[in-house]
């Protein structure tokens, strides 16, 4: 198995920039896919970005593109998102999912249950 847990939230003002981290203990990070999701109370949890085992392939949801970019360094076990132009909306816990899938596509890059490991959580708050 794999344990991650997200790092780098924190407050910030609008415009802003902040660069959260998934790092992975356990198995190699490079076994797995990973996503990251956000997620408001009340609300379910709602698709961020998606990278492949390789880094070579990006998803995006429309409300981050442009804005957000998703990285990863596999000999350090470590996925990125560098947020970039924060707005207040972007207002959230984010949290690193990895999964064991061998195929994905851009649709089921952004639904929860197709992760199998979950990370704690990171705040992200974005002041106006």
């Known amino acids: 198995q794999v344990q991650v847990v997200e790092s780098g939230g924190g407050l910030v003002q609008a415009g802003g920039s902040l660069n959260l981290s998934c790092t992975a203990s356990?198995?190699?990070?490079?076994?797995?896919?990973v996503g990251w999701f956000r997620q408001v109370p009340g609300k379910g949890r709602e698709g961020v970005s998606w990278?492949?085992?390789?880094?070579?392939?990006?998803f995006y949801s429309d409300f981050v593109k442009g804005r957000f970019t998703s990285s990863r360094d596999n000999t350090n076990k470590t996925v990125y998102l560098q947020m970039n132009s924060l707005k207040p909306e972007d207002t959230a816990m984010y949290y690193c999912?990895?999964?064991?899938?061998?195929?994905?596509?851009?649709?089921?890059?952004?639904?929860?249950?197709?992760?199998?490991?979950w990370g704690q959580g990171s705040q992200v708050t974005v002041s106006s």
């Open positions: 990278i492949s085992r390789t880094g070579l392939t990006t």
């Open positions: 999912a990895a999964s064991t899938r061998h195929s994905y596509n851009r649709y089921d890059a952004f639904v929860p249950g197709t992760y199998n490991y």
């Open positions: 356990g198995s190699p990070l490079d076994l797995y896919a």
